[in-house]
Every structure is written in structure tokens, then in C-alpha cells.
């Protein structure tokens, strides 16, 4: 039958194949070809969008403890309609935005399936199907599984649904099996969630709209999705949106689906929308909760959101209910004390966003979104870009003083008895001696809130009252690309980073509440880092997804560096900004933060067992710009130390009821005493035993909104104690209590770090692949 090698023959001619052994190979190979096709055509059955909305099931999540929390889907929010049902102006705005060829194609793209193929071979994503056709085919799959068999499967249903269904059957089933965001399946589910209306009556800007919304409504949703992507904000989908929108009305023009008339009626009418309405069970924080567990999923996996949202996921979440039910009811507690919105008109829209972590392990096991979905917030706070963290910033750099030294001190570190100037509006300078410049080459002066003029005071006493100047000169003497090294080893993301300008070392920057009570547990579990995580375990239909084991714990910063910090931050809620907490009635570190124009207010603190940050803002419902808080509550300012150290001290309460008092590591002393020039030089006396708890002469009863005693106090602790300074050297200024930031100097005035910068962000848990 096979004549090789070739009988009869000699030397190369033997191995020659004939022709007849060729052509019979080929006719062999091309036949075989014709028969797989032939039967994986024979095998597969034309899709039905019924059998595929059949299959959509609900996702549950679980609490940490395995009680369910909620079973949530889009399974019902589901309803096809025939294609009389759906305007021309819908067919055919998809159409012309992703298949001009439709009506004269055979239903598949052998380029873009020899791409997909190319992609998946060398182990890359595959690509979607180009046409209306593969794309109703791959609506149908509700495994999604990203293999060459699958492609090949998807091949021969397209070709065979070509030659079976008609193009407006074809239409009519990728116009029903779609995903067009908000849990909405179908054209039909589509046009009542975001405009309150039947399919049939969508007007050609509607169904532009919904068009775009084809491209992935994470992205095209103009209410933002931030819940799934840190870059989906409200403010990028409104221009994505509005881009591709007008995009479409114009290329229906050109090819002459609608009339001059039409177009010019629709592009000049973005079309209003409907809000996010509340899916069953979604209520109180649960929304939230979900929204964080959903966002953590999809970041840790292969999952894609059309995936998840067709549900049959069990997801074990690492939220406590008991933690979860007290954060909330101190944030409720509090509001209702201190905010009467009905009768103040600043009392309105104001928002808090808070967390809190496990040190030393990075389980979040409380959050705190807002107000709830069904009252029409479905921002997560707790993840939320965008509010600036103010002074709660200022223990990075201290840590990256301790750990990193100046320019001036050859790689030690620094002491936090160090003496830096705290007096009000002081020009800052750079490593080379120069001032800080701003834009119009005019000295850049740094702000306090208070007049008070401290003088040489030490960054522990800088830390205790909150006082701007020495961190910043502090620093750029660091380096800010070195405070920003020590932040993101910690737990922040560098997308959230500020510039790094002379303003970053007082909290410029817009990590999430999540992100920060992660950081601040890195200090609470003695320099060792976890990243915060949400889920423990996820299941398909009872079958274990992996890639959720905890996430692994590393060191962040030296054991002593975090220690000196945590103590530096005891003496905070003993002696300082932070004595609202002190009714919690044990061993506790923490900072308060206020940022320019009283527009956020923090604190975050923590103890051995738990890490909790609380933020206050007030939004603009309509822009979503920060407002001041200034007049809010009926004060004249709000501060860290005050509304959200209560809400903290309330939770913390609940949280921690019936654990031990684990107080904190005992520090060893650090770092070298340096003095910006001209401060006096200290000299402290060291204690013989330092006590755990640190004791200092406190100021009377500071708070963040008070001016200082005129009378400095003297700090002791485990370093013994040392003299402020009082206003020696001090000038007029306005020290003290944690205030805002000056306007700032733009990077390349400052001349920091070589010019390096980065750029604003937001920092979500997720907004990274650590989550």
C-alpha cells in the first residue's frame, strides 16, 4: 500500500516519495479534514437564547462563620423579545458599530478565529468573535472556557447557524443573550433598567447608547463602576460613554440607517438615565459587601464579569456579621448625635466610608460603604477614590526617617526626639539648601492651622499635635520617593499616590479606607504586611475555583521601625489630637488627619487584634466633588479627632468587647537625635525602665479644632523626656493642630527626587492585582 522506502530503486530516487504516494496523502489529509468537519457540524445544535436565560442562577455569599448572607443574580432580570419588538434604529446601531457586513457575511471571520487560535497556542487570551453571529454563539456558553476546542466548537455552530437561522433570528438572539451591565440581560431588561421602558419605544439616542454599552458596560456605564475596576469612575465612563455614543449615532449616519434629520436630533441628546436600583437582598451594607467580594473574585481570576454575573458562584467571605452590624451601628450612632441634615443645610451629603482589617493576616472582616443601595448609594466608601487622607500620612514618613535616615545623616535613621521648626508659614528646602518654588518662583510657604508659634519642637510632639511643618521639611529631607516606598510597602497602592511634591508628606494622596487600615496593620503587627483580601474560597456549582488561598505575609518595614511608630502613635490618643479614643479603655495607637478646606476627615488606629480607619466627607451629589465641612455639626470645622474618632471609638468598642488587652511590643530606642539647623540641641534623659504605655505631661485636653496652650508641655516617654522648645526661635505662625495643606508647588518646581513623580489615583482594595 505504502511504497517507502521506494522498492527497486537506488540511492536518492529511493528516497523520493512518487507521486502517487503524495497525492494519496494529500487526497488522504484533505479528506480526513472534510470528515471531522463534517461530523463536528453534524454534532452541534443551533443555539437558543430560552436555554441560555434558563441557565442563569444566583451567586451566594457566605459570612466567615459559613451562614449565608445573600443568594444575589440576574437570572429573573431577564426577557426576550422577537425582533419586531426591537426598533430598527437598536439593530441597526449594532450593526454599523461592530458588524457592517452582517447581511452579506457567512456568519464567521476565519481571520479572527485563526487570531484566537495564534493567541491561545501561545498562551494569550483569546479574542472575541468579530461578528454577530460568533458573538449570539458565544452568549450561548456559559462556561466561557478559553480552549482550542471550544473555538473550533463555536466555528462550526456559527457556520451552521448560518446556513439554519435567519439574520434577523440571529439578530434577535445576540440582541437577547447580550450583557449590557447592572445585571441587565437582553435588550429588553436592558431598556427597563436604564430607561424605564419597553424595547419597542427606545429612541435612536437611546439605542446608541445602549450600543456602546456592547463594548463592556464596566467601562460604558456612566453611574461608574469602581466596585469593579478603580478606573471605571463615574467621571471616565461619562466620556467613554458619550465618545463611542456619538461615534455610533455617526456611523449609522454614514451608512445611511438614519437621516440627517434623526442624527442631528440625537447627537445633540445625550440620553437621561435612570439611577441603579437595588437588586433583592442588596440592602444595608450587604450591597457593599458583596460588591467588594464580587470585585476581589474577579481580580484573582479568569473570571470575566458576564461570567459571574450568569452566577452558580458560593463565595466564603472573611466579613464577620457581628463586626460588620457594630461598624454600622456606630457610623448611625454618631450621625444621629452630631448631624440634623433636615434642619442644616451643611448636614447634608455627608458621607463616611471605614474598614477594618486583621493585622498580621490582612482579612477584612468589616466595611462600612454608605448609606445602602436601596437609598440610591451605590459608591462603596469603604473603596472609594478620591478623598485625601490629610495628617494620617505623617506616620509614613516618620518610618521612613527611622528607617532610611536624611540626606544629612549618612543612612541612619532618625530619632522621633529630633527637632524640626513647627512655627506657620515656613519656606521649605530642598536637599541642596534652596527654597521650594512655586510655580510664579515664589518661595513656597507651608501652612499650619493654629497660629501658635512652637518652635524647634520633636516629631514626636509634632506627631502628637499634628503640626504640618516638621513633616514636610522632614520630608524632603527623607526623600519623598522613600516616604512613598515605605506607604506602598505597607499596604498602599501607588496608584493612589499624589505628586510627590512638598504637600505628599501630609497626605495628598487618596487611598481607600480599606487600604489604609491595611497599612496601619502593618505597624499594629510589628512591620509584617499582609495584603487585605475578602474571599477565602470560591465554588462553580459545588466545584473549588483556585487562587484564594490568604494571601502570603512578608516584612515591610524593620520590627523597630513599626514599634517606634506605634508608640509615636499611643501618645497620639494619650496626649493629643486623638483623646477621643481614649474611652476605649485600653492599649491603643492612632492618627487623626484633616485635609485642605476641611473637605475629608480621618483616623485610623489600632491595637494587636484589629486595625480600623474611619473617613468623614462631604460630596456633591451631582459633580461628586468634595465639599468643606466647615459649619458641618454645627462647628466651626471638623476634624479627624473628632466625628470619625468617635465612630471609631464606638466600633471599636463592640468589636473588641471580651478580648484581651495585648497592649503593644516594647520599642527599643532608634535612630540618631538630628536637629534642623538651627534648633537648640536636646538632651534627653533616658528612662531606666521604659513602661509599655507611654506617659506624657498632656497639653490641656488638645483636640484638632483648639489652639494649643500657650504653654508647651514637656513629652516623656520610653526616651525619657526632652523640652519642646516652647516658642524659642519661634516667630509668628500658626502651628498645632492638624490643618490643611498649602496650595502646592507643582512637581517640577520642587525638584524632588530627581523630578520623579507620580501620578493621582485612586487606591482600592482591588485596584491592583494583590486586591
Known amino acids: 500500500m505504502i511504497d517507502y522506502p521506494r522498492a527497486g530503486k537506488y540511492g536518492w530516487q529511493r528516497w523520493m516519495p512518487s507521486w502517487k504516494l503524495v497525492s494519496g496523502l494529500c487526497i488522504g489529509f484533505f479528506g480526513s479534514l472534510v470528515a471531522v468537519a463534517g461530523i463536528g457540524y453534524a454534532m452541534v445544535g443551533v443555539p437558543n437564547e430560552e436555554n441560555a436565560a434558563a441557565l442563569s442562577q444566583n451567586n451566594v455569599y457566605y459570612w466567615a462563620d459559613g451562614s ?43 481571520m479572527g478565529i485563526a487570531r484566537a487560535v495564534a493567541n491561545m497556542a501561545r498562551g494569550g487570551d483569546t479574542q472575541g468573535g468579530s461578528t454577530i453571529t460568533q458573538q449570539f454563539v458565544k452568549n450561548t456558553y456559559l462556561s466561557q472556557e478559553q480552549s482550542i476546542s471550544r473555538k473550533f466548537k463555536e466555528m462550526f455552530i456559527s457556520i451552521k447557524v448560518g446556513t439554519k437561522l435567519s439574520k434577523g ?64 469612575t463615574r467621571q471616565a465612563n461619562t466620556k467613554r460613554a458619550k465618545a463611542r455614543w456619538s461615534w455610533i449615532l455617526e456611523q449609522m449616519h454614514n451608512d445611511k440607517r438614519i437621516t440627517d434629520q434623526q442624527y442631528q436630533d440625537a447627537i445633540k441628546n445625550f440620553p437621561k438615565l435612570q439611577g441603579r436600583k437595588a437588586s433583592k437582598g442588596m440592602t444595608g451594607q450587604i450591597g457593599y459587601l458583596a460588591d467588594t467580594a464580587k470585585k476581589y473574585v474577579l481580580s484573582h481570576s479568569n473570571i470575566s464579569e458576564k461570567q459571574f454575573d450568569q452566577g452558580g458562584y458560593q463565595i466564603k467571605t472573611t466579613f464577620k456579621k457581628a463586626n460588620v452590624e457594630a461598624l454600622a451601628k456606630a457610623v448611625k450612632k454618631v450621625e444621629k448625635e452630631k448631624l440634623d441634615p433636615e434642619n442644616r443645610e451643611l448636614d447634608k451629603h455627608v458621607q463616611f466610608g471605614a474598614a477594618s482589617v486583621k493585622p498580621n493576616d490582612g482579612a477584612i472582616v468589616a466595611l462600612y460603604g454608605g448609606a445602602g443601595y436601596e437609598n440610591g448609594h451605590f459608591n462603596n466608601n469603604a473603596d472609594t477614590s478620591g478623598v485625601p487622607v490629610g495628617s494620617t500620612w505623617k506616620p509614613f514618613v516618620l518610618a521612613a526617617a527611622m528607617e532610611h535616615g536624611t540626606y544629612k545623616s549618612d543612612g541612619v535613621g532618625v ?19 534652596t527654597y521650594v518654588l512655586k510655580k510664579d518662583n515664589t518661595p513656597f510657604f507651608q501652612e499650619n492651622e493654629s497660629d501658635y508659634p512652637w518652635g524647634y519642637i520633636s516629631l514626636r510632639k509634632a506627631m502628637e499635635q499634628s503640626v504640618n511643618t516638621p513633616f514636610v521639611q522632614l520630608g524632603m529631607d527623607v526623600g519623598m520617593k522613600n516616604v512613598a516606598d515605605v506607604a506602598e510597602k505597607a499596604g498602599i497602592l501607588d496608584a493612589s499616590f499624589a505628586e510627590l511634591n512638598a504637600s505628599f508628606a501630609l497626605g495628598t494622596s487618596t487611598p481607600s479606607a480599606i487600604r489604609m487600615a491595611d497599612a496601619y496593620a502593618t505597624f499594629a503587627a510589628a512591620g509584617k504586611q499582609a495584603a487585605p483580601y475578602s474571599v477565602t474560597s470560591v465554588k462553580f ?113 463592640a468589636a473588641l468587647k471580651g478580648k484581651p488587652d495585648l497592649g503593644f511590643p516594647e ?64 516667630g509668628t505662625g500658626n502651628g498645632g493642630t492638624d490643618g490643611g495643606t498649602s496650595p502646592e508647588p507643582t512637581p517640577t518646581d520642587t525638584n524632588l527626587d530627581g523630578g520623579n513623580t507620580r501620578g493621582n489615583g485612586n487606591g482600592g482594595i482591588f485596584g491592583g492585582p494583590e486586591g
Not at 529630633?418 to 519656606?427: A, C, E, F, I, W
Not at 508608640?567 to 493629643?576: A, D, S
Open 415 to 433: 530619632s522621633p526626639l529630633s527637632k524640626y521648626n513647627g512655627n506657620d508659614h515656613l519656606k521649605v528646602r530642598k536637599n541642596d539648601g
Open 68 to 110: 449565608q448572607m445573600v443568594a444575589a443574580g440576574s437570572g429573573q432580570n431577564r426577557q426576550n423579545v422577537t425582533i419586531d419588538r426591537i426598533p430598527k434604529a437598536m439593530q441597526w446601531a449594532v450593526i454599523s458599530a461592530e458588524n457592517k457586513t452582517f447581511y452579506q457575511d457567512r456568519g464567521v471571520d476565519p
Open 541 to 653: 456549582n459545588g466545584e473549588e475555583i483556585e487562587g484564594f488561598k490568604k494571601p502570603r505575609v512578608t516584612r515591610a518595614m524593620p520590627e523597630n521601625v513599626a514599634n517606634n511608630v506605634t508608640n509615636t502613635l499611643e501618645n497620639v490618643i494619650q496626649n493629643g489630637t486623638g483623646t477621643k479614643a481614649l474611652p476605649l479603655g485600653r492599649t491603643a495607637a492612632g492618627k487623626t488627619g484633616t485635609t485642605d478646606e476641611n473637605k475629608s476627615a480621618w483616623f485610623v488606629g489600632y491595637t494587636q487584634q484589629l486595625s480600623t480607619s474611619v473617613a468623614m466627607f462631604r460630596e456633591d451629589p451631582k459633580s461628586a466633588k468634595l465639599l468643606s465641612m466647615n459649619g458641618t455639626a454645627g462647628e466651626k470645622s471638623i476634624h479627624g479627632g473628632d466625628v470619625p474618632t468617635l465612630v471609631w471609638t464606638e466600633y471599636m468598642k
Open 169 to 232: 433570528e440571529i439578530l434577535q438572539g445576540y440582541l437577547n443573550t447580550s450583557y449590557y451591565g447592572r445585571g441587565a440581560y437582553g435588550i429588553q431588561a436592558a431598556a427597563q433598567t436604564y430607561f424605564g421602558k419597553e424595547a419597542k419605544d427606545l429612541k435612536p439616542n437611546e439605542c446608541a447608547f445602549l450600543a456602546a454599552l456592547l463594548k463592556g458596560p464596566t467601562y460604558y456605564d456612566p453611574a461608574g463602576n469602581e466596585g469593579i475596576d478603580t478606573s471605571a
Open 667 to 730: 520599642p527599643e530606642k532608634i535612630g540618631e537625635i538630628q536637629n534642623e539647623v538651627g534648633a537648640p540641641s536636646p538632651t534627653p534623659t533616658p528612662s531606666a525602665e521604659p513602661s509599655e504605655t507611654v506617659t506624657e505631661s498632656p497639653s490641656p485636653t488638645p483636640t484638632e479644632s483648639t489652639t494649643p496652650s500657650p504653654s508647651p508641655s514637656d513629652t516623656c516617654g520610653f526616651f525619657g523626656c526632652e523640652d519642646d522648645g516652647g516658642a524659642q526661635n519661634g
